[in-house]
């Protein structure tokens, strides 16, 4: 079975608003990485968590290993923020190979 | 900086002729090298990832072949292309101790 599920799918989200988008692994993963997939295509890598929180500007993710989920926060939702976003894990016993999420398409409405 | 190349940027193919995709990257030496195939609003799935010049290793089989000729370049290709073939291709490089992985701006493949 599918060892990364990424929800929601989908989201629609007013500027200026937040919300959290969420991955749960069903295998343990020892890293994991969020991008951003814009309406050219391009991937844009915003973190790389082997364990705990990191904060960028209005983003934050978390990666709690133990309990096998990773977490991507948006706050004051922008235009821009708009794309499909991925979580990518790395599993604790393979090199070189990510488990990808199914993705979230993000909307972000004026 | 680092930056990554991918060429070319779209192309529209007959079903059974060739193909060749290119990425290089310059400003690091030595990365793991990766391709990916995704298809229209899906995931993304890898396909090969190479450590070092001359070796690849494959991931799935899609009847496409991979080669690493150079540290900086890696090319995907098959001699015959099927429908199943269309998507967006994506090469992506990393470091061995931070596998933060960066991608190209991919090559859209379209197989009629």
């Known amino acids: 079975g599918d060892q990364v599920e990424q929800s929601p799918s989908a989201l629609s989200l007013h500027e200026g608003t937040g919300s959290a988008l969420r991955c749960n692994f069903t295998t343990t993963m020892r890293a994991v990485q969020w991008f951003q997939q814009n309406s050219r295509g391009s991937l844009i890598n915003l973190f790389y968590l082997a364990s705990g929180t990191k904060e960028n500007g209005r983003l934050k993710s978390t990666f709690n290993s133990k309990e096998s989920y990773s977490t991507l926060h948006i706050r004051d939702a922008q235009l821009e923020d708009s794309g499909t976003y991925f979580c990518?894990?790395?599993?604790?016993?393979?090199?070189?190979?990510?488990?990808w999420g199914s993705g979230t398409k993000l909307i972000i409405k004026p | 900086a680092q930056t990554i190349h991918q060429w070319p940027v779209a192309e529209i193919k007959a079903v059974g002729s060739p193909l060749s995709l290119g990425c290089t990257i310059k400003?690091?030496?030595?990365?793991?090298l990766y391709w990916y195939w995704q298809a229209t609003g899906g995931t993304l799935q890898q396909l090969f990832y190479s450590i070092t010049v001359g070796q690849v290793e494959s991931v799935v089989q899609l009847n496409l072949s991979a080669s690493r000729p150079k540290d900086d370049q890696f090319i995907l290709s098959t001699e015959k292309l099927l429908l199943s073939h269309s998507g967006f291709y994506l090469c992506a490089w990393g470091q061995l101790s931070n596998e933060r992985l960066f991608f190209g701006h991919g090559t859209k493949l379209s197989v009629l």
């Open positions: 400003g690091k030496s030595s990365p793991n």
């Open positions: 990518a894990a790395e599993a604790a016993d393979s090199n070189y190979q990510l488990i």
